[in-house]
């Protein structure tokens, strides 16, 4: 969980990204916007984090498959959570005023 801390706190800016202020194990609650930045990045972290052999202690190899399937799992949860957020907003988006007429006709 340290090396994943390193990781997450370094995290660079960019557009549609706020870079973190807080360790990820610091924060103690996930606002809307904090939580699709984790989501946005949290694969890439996550993987980062069980790839490392420099200055993390090495995964025995007995142990890759597992990570393999975490790191999918992880993919999987993240990808399904922002493509059910984004389409949400484009239906929110998309609705026709309640009063059933186009409001740009006068």
Known sequence: M???????????????????NKAYRSVT????????NLLQ???????????RTTDA????????PLCYKAILCVRYITDYIL???????MTYVNKPPPNGRNSSKS
Do not use: Y
């Open 2 to 20: 340290t090396t994943f801390d390193h990781i997450w706190s370094r995290l660079p800016s960019f557009p549609g990204f706020t870079r973190p």
């Open 41 to 51: 990045v949290l694969l890439g972290v996550f993987s980062a984090t069980l790839s």
């Open 83 to 89: 493509i059910k957020d984004c389409w949400r907003r």
């Open 29 to 36: 609650q996930w606002q809307g916007k904090e939580m699709r």
């Open 57 to 64: 202690d090495p995964i025995a190899s007995r142990h890759k």
